[in-house]
C-alpha cells in the first residue's frame, strides 16, 4: 500500500510517502509557525523525489493532536482536502502514538501543555495503556506512578524534561516522524478525521463573542 504520511501539529513539518515498509522519499523541517506555506511545496517535493503522482497515492495519514491549534487544523485540513480530491481514504494517528512508536518498551509521551500541564498518554509494547489526556504536572506524576508502576520507561516529547526521573530515559524530537505516521496510518481503517483537542483553545474572541 503506497501511503502518505503528514506531520504538522509539533514544532515541525514533516512529510513521508512510503510503498509498505520501504520510505519512498521523506522531508521534515524543523519549524514553530509557517506549516501551512511548507505542507503543499514539501508533499509535492517529496512525491516527486519518490517519482510518483498523487494518484499512486492509496491511504493518507495524518497527525490530528494534541498539539499546535494553528498546526494540526493545517495538517488536517490538507490531508482531507487530498484525500477528497484524489478519492482516497484518509486515516487520523494521534500525536502522543506517533511519538511513542519511536520507542520500544514502556513509554510515556508527553508535550508541554503549558500553564503548568502536560499531555499524557502512556504506552507497553505499542499498547496504549491510558487515553490521551491533559492533566496538571503533578497529576501526570502520579498517573505515572498508578498507570506504570514506577517502572523506569522511556519518555518523548517536550513534557519529558517536565516528568522524567534519573532511572528513565529521554527523547524530545521537534515533531511526529511522517514515516511512521504512514506506517501507523497503514494498520488502522480509514475514518473520518478531527482534530483532537483535549482543552480550549487559549486565544479569546474580544467582547465575550461567541465562536
Known amino acids: 500500500m503506497i501511503v502518505l504520511g503528514l506531520d504538522t501539529c509539533l514544532n515541525a513539518c514533516s512529510v513521508a510517502v512510503l ?5 519512498l522519499a521523506h522531508g521534515c ?3 514553530a509557525r509557517g ?3 511548507r505542507l503543499a ?3 509535492q517535493a517529496v512525491m516527486a523525489e519518490a517519482g510518483l503522482p498523487f494518484g499512486r497515492l492509496e491511504r493518507i495519514g495524518v497527525t490530528v493532536g494534541p498539539g499546535s491549534f494553528t498546526g494540526l487544523r493545517v495538517g488536517v485540513a490538507f ?11 484518509v486515516a487520523g494517528v494521534g500525536t502522543l502514538e506517533a511519538l511513542a512508536a519511536e520507542a520500544d518498551g514502556l513509554v510515556a509521551a508527553a508535550l508541554d501543555a503549558r500553564r503548568g500541564q502536560v499531555y499524557l498518554q502512556i504506552f507497553e509494547a505499542g499498547a496504549a495503556l491510558m487515553a490521551p489526556d491533559v492533566l496538571p504536572v503533578g497529576a501526570a506524576h502520579a498517573r505515572l506512578t498508578e498507570v506504570g508502576g514506577g517502572r523506569p ?3 518523548v516529547g517536550s513534557g519529558a524534561a517536565l516528568l522524567a526521573g534519573p532511572a528513565d530515559a529521554v527523547q524530545a524530537p521537534e515533531g511526529c516522524d511522517a514515516r511512521i505516521v504512514a506506517r501507523l496510518a497503514a494498520r488502522r481503517a480509514p475514518a473520518p478525521v478531527a482534530p483532537l483537542y483535549l482543552r480550549a483553545p487559549d486565544a479569546k474572541l474580544p467582547g465575550g463573542v461567541a465562536p
Request: a negative charge; glycine letters at 14%.
Open 35 to 37: 506549516h501551512q506555506e
Open 19 to 23: 510503498d509498505g515498509d520501504r520510505v
Open 153 to 155: 520507561m522511556t519518555f
Open 29 to 31: 523541517e524543523v519549524m
Open 79 to 89: 490531508a482531507k482536502g487530498l484525500g477528497s480530491a484524489l478519492g482516497r481514504p
Open 41 to 43: 511545496p514539501m508533499a
